[in-house]
């Protein structure tokens, strides 16, 4: 018999601060939820202030309204989590946009492609910086930054800015885990597949030949419950994964390992 004391996972993060962006709904509400249940303290970040306020009360946590693209307004998100909770250990950099007006690059306009850059990638690396500035100090922190699947592989259905804001993700979260490292620093970026989540629904919504379109390559047959990301977040966020750092973690369900040929040409 082992005289080590049992493992409790249920309260891995226990004394761990996590900020989210985008914490009111899908992935970063849900990811709000799994990490409070294991112990940590929860700072949410997100423009909308009735869900953010009430995504804040379900985790007994705080809610900072933010705009992720003002780098004063993101500065204090990450003060006010460490002046409240004395610290700032995790940061779920998850804020982001898919509007309907990015896609194929000879119709995206100017303006379009920098809304999604300044929100998808510029609001990682305000974020990122902020939350170093508190962890370097502590000599500790996780960083997990959502970047996606198209990060990794070309897509037909295109959203150019969108793709282009989470390749750059991708690319800044690998340099980010290498140079603070030594610093006790772990610095990931989370690969979603499509997640069942307001953000797709809506677009969707708009064009169900897309949805169908991205379903038929997934091996699962299905679009991922955010909850099951969050997990993987948790996962992230905790010394389970001490030793998991720089890495494009994805968890998009086989997707990106897929090699899919259709039986009925026209759902291509």
Known sequence: ???????????????RVAVITGGASGIGLATAKRMR????????????????????????????????????QVNHLFDTAAAEYGSVDIAFNNAGISPPDDDSIETTELPAWEKVQD????????????????????GRGSIINTASFVAVMGAATSQISYTASKGGVLAMSRELGVQFAKQGIRVN???????NTPLLQELFAKDPEQAQRRLVHVPTGRFAQPE????????LASDDASF?????????????????????????
């Not at 082992?2 to 993060?13: A, E, H, V």
């Open 1 to 15: 018999m082992s005289d080590l004391p049992p493992i409790d996972l249920t309260q891995r993060l226990a004394g």
């Open 37 to 72: 249940a294991e112990g940590a303290r929860i700072v949410i970040g997100d423009m909308d202030a009735a869900s953010g306020e009430a995504a804040a009360a379900a985790v007994d946590g705080l809610f900072v309204q933010v705009n992720v693209t003002d780098e004063a």
């Open 119 to 138: 929100v998808n990638l510029k609001s990682v690396y305000l974020c990122s910086r902020a939350a170093l500035r508190h962890m370097t100090r502590q």
């Open 189 to 195: 970026a989370l690969c979603p597949g499509p997640v």
């Open 228 to 235: 099951e990301l969050a997990s993987a977040v948790a996962f």
């Open 244 to 268: 998991v750092n720089a890495t494009t973690f994805l968890v998009d369900g086989g997707l990106s390992s897929a090699y899919v040929t259709p039986l009925d040409p026209d759902t291509l």
